[in-house]
């Protein structure tokens, strides 16, 4: 079992910057590629970003790449979110996840954090 609890969401303006990070319980952090994701209203969950086990390959959608930047510590247990030149359309509840096949469809995810939100102002 993992517990994922996400924070450092909040409310920014465009063009602004936040980090976000998650924070995993359990011996076995380090099993899982970790992923961030996230949803506007209306819309459906989307990937964001995902890294590896040990954190040498990561991953970025097309619409936060340059922008975005994740990285893990497993010494911590913590996944991190760097969120820079924020757009309106970044505004979502951004979910933690734990995903024991490091493929980062949502369907394959093993486990999830309660979500945090962001809201970037025009």
């Known amino acids: 079992q993992v517990q994922l609890v996400e924070s450092g969401g909040g409310l920014v303006q465009a063009g602004g910057s936040l980090r976000l990070s998650c924070a995993a319980s359990g011996r076995t952090f380090s099993s899982y590629a970790m992923g961030w994701f996230r949803q506007a209203p209306g819309k459906e969950r989307e990937f964001v970003a995902g890294?590896?086990?040990?954190?040498?390959?990561?991953y970025y959608a097309d619409s936060v790449k340059g922008r975005f930047t994740i990285s893990r510590d497993n010494a911590k247990n913590t996944v991190y979110l760097q969120m820079n030149s924020l757009k309106p359309e970044d505004t979502a509840v951004y979910y933690c996840?734990?995903?024991?096949?490091?493929?980062?469809?949502?369907?394959?995810?093993?486990?999830w954090g309660q979500g945090t939100q962001v809201t970037v102002s025009s």
């Open positions: 996840a734990a995903d024991l096949s490091g493929t980062f469809f949502v369907g394959r995810i093993d486990y």
């Open positions: 890294i590896s086990w040990t954190g040498g390959s990561t």
